[in-house]
């Protein structure tokens, strides 16, 4: 483990450079709608029964309001996003740069993992203003929230079925990652089977 733990070096290219761009962007994005949205009290609809735009919508909590009522909520909330951003930031430096969506994923969920820490930090609560009707109920979010979303969903994929680490590989690439991984494998311990029965016969 120890070793392991030796061999990671910072991967930071020009992919990196550019996503970490995309992420203020984002970012930026998210702030400055949540401005507007309070100055100009957007109300207005996206597309009829489905989205949304309300002004004024706060949210004290997280997700569907969770610990909205609770006097501890917010300081908790914005204690795991620190934590949350710490790891996943880590992930992004050390990542190397052929695991482009994962990467992608990273940088939308951290703009939009920062977007609400800046309103937890300054208001005590989320602004809200975009309602998407989820199962026939409406459910105000932001832009932040959906960096999360997007970026959960992108990160889900690429681990499950696209990158060289999939669980269920189902692209040309991972497989033969893969196939070339497990025989690297097989020879290492063809190697050290052959290194083990050399020492017996030499004693």
């Known amino acids: 483990m120890i070793e392991k733990l030796k061999k990671l070096k910072i991967n930071i290219g020009w992919k990196s450079l550019v996503l970490i ?8 994005i998210d702030l400055l709608t949540k401005i507007f949205e309070e100055k100009y009290g957007w109300n207005f609809t996206v597309i009829p029964h489905f989205i949304e735009v309300e002004s004024g919508s706060r949210n004290p909590g997280c997700a569907f309001s969770f610990l909205a009522d609770s006097s501890w909520g917010q300081p908790f909330l914005i204690a795991m996003t620190f934590i949350l951003l710490a790891v996943i930031i880590t992930v992004f430096v050390f990542l190397p740069e052929k695991f482009t969506l994962l990467k992608i994923a990273i940088s939308m969920i951290t703009a939009g993992a920062i977007g609400n820490l800046v309103d937890r930090i300054a208001f005590r609560e989320v ?3 975009v309602g ?5 109920s409406m459910v105000s979010c932001n832009f932040a929230d959906f960096w999360i979303v997007f970026g959960t969903i992108i990160a889900v994929i690429d681990m499950l079925f696209i990158n060289e680490w999939a669980v269920f590989p189902l692209t ?3 497989k033969a990652a893969q196939k070339a991984r497990e025989q ?4 290492e311990k063809e190697k050290k ?6 020492k017996n016969d030499a004693e």
């Open 193 to 198: 089977q052959e290194s083990t029965d050399d």
């Open 172 to 174: 040309k690439k991972a």
């Open 184 to 187: 690297a494998e097989i020879e």
């Open 21 to 28: 761009g995309v992420c203020v962007v984002l970012l930026l």
């Open 127 to 129: 602004r809200d203003f």
């Open 132 to 136: 998407v009707n989820m199962f026939g």
